[in-house]
Structures are given as structure tokens and as C-alpha cells.
């Protein structure tokens, strides 16, 4: 499934030629809403709505619209907006691109672990099954990482 957190990227207007402009998806784009992310919510919640309805091009062209909108400040977000494109790319059969977008997915959050899941994923896919071994041991130490810092937190 499809993360569904919120955040955003500006170099994908035409990566893997898929032209924003022709998405199927269109949210209001007023300039208040732009610059607070909402536009970026609202094509990566229609891009989610795509990809559970099995359409993956239209849930790429959605991601990349939010993507387009998301604040570059919000890592974690951009990070799963390029997780969730990538999930949508591999679906279409594209592993290659879908490593491509999970490279920027680790890039914005190196600490997001279901980014890394996915990659294994991917890798796995293309069989390279010691690339996927060794990312799913960066995955298990960075969880095991984190959730020693979290235990300590109510």
C-alpha cells in the first residue's frame, strides 16, 4: 500500500515523460493553497485513489503534480510522495524507474524506512538479491536505530 503522510519536489516536470499538465487530476491550484502544500495534499490524496483503483499512470501523473506543489522544507513528505510514485512505477512495470524515485525517496529522508522496503523490493525484481540483502540489513539497523530513541519517549 501507499504511504499517506504529506511534502514535495521541483525537477519532475517532465521525468519519464510524464507531463504534469496532463494528469487526469486537477485540485483547485489558487496561490495561497500552493504555497502551504494543500494543492500537493490533494493530487497526492487523488493519487492514492488512483493507485487503489489499479489506474498507475494516472496515480504517477497525480504524485508528480504534488511533487511540483510540495514545499521542498517538508523532507519526510517528499519522501513519501517519491515512495508512493515509485510503488506506482513499479506496478507499471518499471522497476528501473521505480529505483530511480525511491533514490530520491532515501535522499530527502535517509531515515524512512519503508523507502528502503521498497527498494529491496525493486532490487528483488530486477535479481539483484545481494544489492536487496544489504538494503534490507541498512533497513533493520536504522529501525532498530530509531525505535531505541523513540522507547524512551511516552
Request: charged fraction near 15%.
Amino acid at each position: 500500500s501507499l504511504v499517506s503522510h504529506s511534502q514535495g519536489m521541483r525537477h519532475t516536470t517532465t521525468l519519464f515523460g510524464i507531463e504534469p499538465n496532463l494528469a487526469p487530476c486537477q485540485p483547485d491550484t489558487d496561490t495561497r493553497l500552493q504555497k502551504s502544500g494543500t494543492v500537493s495534499l490533494l493530487f497526492k490524496q487523488e493519487g492514492i485513489q488512483y493507485f487503489q483503483q489499479k489506474k498507475f499512470l494516472a496515480s504517477v501523473r497525480c504524485f508528480t503534480k504534488a511533487l511540483l506543489h510540495q514545499p521542498q522544507s517538508q523532507h519526510r513528505e517528499m519522501s513519501i510522495l517519491y515512495t508512493n510514485r515509485s510503488f506506482s512505477f513499479f506496478k507499471l512495470s518499471q522497476p528501473h524507474h521505480a529505483l530511480f524515485d525511491i533514490e530520491f525517496a532515501l535522499e530527502w529522508d535517509h531515515s524512512f524506512s519503508k523507502a528502503y522496503l521498497r527498494k529491496a523490493q525493486y532490487l528483488v525484481s530486477c535479481g539483484e538479491y545481494g544489492s536487496a540483502a544489504a538494503v534490507l540489513e541498512v533497513s533493520c539497523r536504522i529501525t532498530s536505530h530509531s525505535s531505541l530513541h523513540t522507547s524512551h519517549h511516552l
